[in-house]
C-alpha cells in the first residue's frame, strides 16, 4: 500500500518532471485529481493491482502540478498488464473530476521514430 505519509508530503512537479521518470519499456497510468481523497479512490485499485502482481505495477511519483496544484500519480505498469490496469481503472466508478491517462511503450517508440 502507498504509504499515506508520502500523500501529506507533496512536492510539486510539472508534466516535464512527469515524463522525465517514464521509462520507454513499461506502461504508464497519470492520474489528475483535485483532492487527497479523490487520489485515495486511485490508490485503493493501486494496492489490489500490486497485492496481485506485486512489483509488476508500482507508485513512480506522487506529486502537485506547479501550475494548477491538481495532485499527480504516476504509476507504472509491465507491458503485459496494461489491459488489465486499464480495465481496473476505467471500470470502478471514478469521479468526475478524476482524470486517468494512460501512455502505452509503443508510444514512446512512435515518438522517437518521430523526432
Known amino acids: 500500500m502507498f504509504e499515506m505519509t508520502r500523500i501529506n508530503n507533496i512536492k510539486a512537479c510539472s508534466q516535464a518532471d512527469i515524463k522525465y521518470e517514464m521509462d520507454p519499456d513499461w506502461c504508464y497510468v497519470v492520474i489528475r485529481a483535485a483532492t487527497k481523497w479523490e ?3 486511485v ?3 493501486v494496492s489490489n493491482l500490486s497485492t496481485e502482481y506485486g512489483s509488476q505495477i508500482c507508485i513512480k511519483k506522487f506529486c502537485s502540478d ?4 491538481e495532485l499527480k500519480v504516476l504509476i507504472q ?3 503485459k498488464l496494461a489491459e488489465i ?3 481496473q481503472f476505467l471500470n470502478q466508478s471514478l469521479l468526475h473530476s478524476i482524470s486517468v491517462i494512460f501512455y502505452d511503450r509503443f508510444l514512446f517508440q512512435r515518438s522517437k521514430k518521430c523526432l
Open 39 to 41: 487520489i485515495n479512490i
Open 43 to 45: 490508490l485503493n485499485t
Open 66 to 69: 506547479s501550475v494548477s496544484g
Open 77 to 79: 505498469i509491465a507491458p
Open 85 to 87: 490496469a486499464k480495465h
